[in-house]
């Protein structure tokens, strides 16, 4: 990226979601904000980064592993692989206690210790194949694992060495590339991040409308011989049109990758698709809310990234005849352009975007007739080198 100019690749994009709860808090309801002195609907931007990284996996092909249970995952791969249960659930328990990761055991359910089933404090995120080598790790100390204790408390050591299992844990792919890993207790396992993404919420004042619902018993049903349902409930929803903004920052993913041109096009590339096509899955069987962007803008910046949020600090209304999404692109379009005006159009290197709507937003730079086009063009700008005599 040295050779490069731009810095950011922002993507904006307006996403009209009917019925639905995306994204719940604690008490199940539908999360908001309030935003230009007006209720909003909100999803929270791990929600949807969860959305897009699974989306991204499967763009890419490669799989992380986010979870306080390695130890378990190892045991059930030993299984797999042929070694008896009590041993394998030993081993894994060796393999998640040996690391620099503090931790505790699990419980049954009359609060007693379970040997072996070790929790770390903090969350192990690895690639999907480091399983695989935790497991190669423990087969080459099957001796020492057969004569071993069970792993009984927190004080207990293991058989395999810390040093060894550290190693693995460093490792990363593209996915921890690109969304970064926060693992303070193993020295060097950090990695930044190289996306942020926004707090989605609507351009518009929403209402959180109570779904009353009941559930037919089907016999009584046949039988007619009671009246009343077998089951009552309510549940929150909103609907409207959402802001969405995520921006990659392309000097920070090719520190993490190295001097690897082709991959960072592929991750970056994968990710601005999968941040653009996915959708959070919450209440996906009773909503069903696979919709898609009424708008999609991108730039490349050479500067810092810039949100174009304020545009909805004045909520959206719709008319007669619009709906939200068409005047919710007039004032983003607006936005861009006043924000660029007054930040000057050189630090863009090139900005366009694709609607589902024909009408010309002078605010947005160059139309494209599909998400591919696009893409195609981002990248080729963002990725290419600079002209010489120019300093990246």
């Not at 609907?41 to 996996?57: G, H, I, L, N, P």
């Not at 037919?216 to 009246?227: G, L």
């Amino acid at each position: 990226m040295t050779s490069s100019t731009a810095r950011f690749i922002d993507v904006h994009v307006l996403h009209p979601v009917p019925f639905s709860n995306l994204n719940r808090d604690d008490a199940n309801a539908v999360k908001t904000v309030q935003y230009g002195g007006t209720l909003r609907t909100r999803v929270s931007s791990q929600c949807w980064k969860r959305a897009a990284r699974e989306e991204f996996q499967t763009h890419i092909g490669q799989a992380a592993l986010r979870t306080r249970r390695i130890g378990e995952r190892v045991a059930r791969e030993l299984q797999e692989r042929g070694w008896p249960a009590d041993l394998a659930l030993r081993a894994g328990g060796h393999v998640a206690a040996g690391s620099s990761i503090k931790f505790e055991l699990a419980k049954d359910k009359e609060k007693q210790i379970i040997p072996n089933q070790v929790l770390t404090n903090a969350m192990v995120y690895v690639p999907e194949t480091a399983v695989g080598e935790l497991c190669d790790l423990a087969e080459e100390f099957l001796p020492q694992l057969e004569a071993a204790k069970d792993i009984r408390k927190p004080a207990d050591k293991s058989v395999v060495p810390k040093d060894r299992i550290d190693t693995v844990l460093r490792s990363r792919n593209g996915v921890i590339n690109l969304f970064g890993r926060m693992l303070a207790e193993v020295d060097e396992a950090g990695v930044d991040g190289a996306v942020q993404v926004a707090h989605a919420l609507t351009t518009h004042t929403t209402d959180v409308e109570v779904d009353y619902f009941s559930a037919v018993d089907d016999i009584t049903a046949a039988w007619k011989d009671s009246t009343g349902s077998g089951h009552m409930g309510h549940a929150e929803y909103s609907a409207g049109t959402f802001y969405r903004f995520a921006t990659v920052d392309l000097r920070d993913l090719s520190a993490n990758i190295g001097n690897e041109p082709d991959a960072l096009r592929e991750l970056t590339g994968a990710f601005l698709s999968a941040f653009i096509e996915s959708v959070p899955r919450a209440k996906k069987n009773s909503t069903a809310p696979h919709t898609l962007p009424s708008l999609i803008h991108i730039s490349v910046r050479a500067d810092r990234p810039v949100s174009y949020a304020g545009a909805f600090e004045k909520p959206v209304r719709a008319t007669e005849t619009s709906g939200l999404a068409e005047p919710s692109a007039d004032q983003l379009s607006a936005y861009a352009q006043a924000a660029n005006a007054m930040l000057g159009s050189g630090r863009i290197l090139t900005s366009g975007f694709f609607s589902v709507d024909s009408k010309d937003l002078s605010g947005f730079g160059i139309r494209y007739g599909s998400l591919d086009e696009l893409l195609e063009a981002v990248l080729a700008t963002a990725l290419s080198p600079a002209p010489a005599g120019t300093s990246a």
